[in-house]
């Protein structure tokens, strides 16, 4: 049984460019959260999807920032026009449940230069 | 706004040298407080789970245990290995499905 799986794990975008962050959740799980580690600092929650539907999207920043998970295929996290303060390590988890424990994947280390 | 901190911020151990780490915490409702553990470029690992206060739970040398204020990560006689950073973090009745996380103890256990 796979685990979640992100990609890519690493992604080095110009300033401008645009950044898509994939995530496939656990076989099974239906529940996908992504939190954003910035250097030095703690895991912070952006957003929490089912599928077709966003949850609660009260950590995304307002602008250039956005996250889908469709009927079929992965998770998606993109981010417009990117600038250096996006630099960090995006995770993505997983779970059954609302009440379930949240397994993480490996992250995507975004460097913007 | 719900709150996790965690001490120390780093400690240093011998290998053999039994200790705990400590996360605080303030929510309104707790639903679940989780200990995940951190190696570098790597994604949190799940270690445990705890629901109400006086539960506890155990994995190889770890303990974790949970009161209303707090939760302890208890570690009995670590090997070099047992060495990264470990998270805690909460879950409330009013945040949904998120987790709040703490900043994390970066345990080093030297040979």
Redesign the interface.
């Known amino acids: 049984n796979a685990g979640v799986m992100q990609n890519p794990r690493h992604l080095v975008r110009r300033r401008g460019q645009e950044a898509r962050l994939r995530c496939s959740p656990m076989k099974g799980h239906s529940h996908v959260y992504w939190y954003r580690q910035l250097p030095e600092e703690g895991l912070k929650f952006m957003v929490y999807l089912q599928k077709e539907n966003i949850i609660d999207e009260s950590g995304m920043p307002k602008e250039r920032f956005s996250a889908e998970f469709p009927k079929e295929g992965p998770s998606i996290l993109r981010i417009q026009q990117v600038v250096r303060g996006d630099s960090a390590a995006y995770f993505c988890a997983s779970s059954s449940s609302e009440r379930t424990e949240a397994f993480f994947g490996q992250g995507t280390r975004l460097t913007v230069v | 706004e719900d709150q996790v901190t965690q001490s120390p911020e780093a400690l240093r151990l011998q290998e053999g040298e039994s200790s705990s780490l400590n996360c605080s915490y303030t929510v309104s409702g707790l639903?679940?407080l989780?200990w995940?553990r951190q190696d570098p470029g790597?994604?949190?690992?799940?270690l445990f789970?705890l629901y109400s206060a006086g539960e506890e739970k155990e994995k190889e040398r770890l303990k974790a245990t949970l009161t209303k204020k707090e939760s302890f990560l208890h570690i009995t006689a670590p090997k070099p290995e047992d060495s990264a950073t470990y998270?805690c973090?909460v879950?409330a009745g009013t945040s949904?499905?998120?987790?709040?996380?703490?900043?994390?103890t970066q345990l080093t256990v030297n040979p």
């Open positions: 639903r679940g989780f995940y790597k994604g949190p690992e799940f789970t998270l973090a879950q949904g499905s998120r987790l709040t996380f703490g900043e994390g």
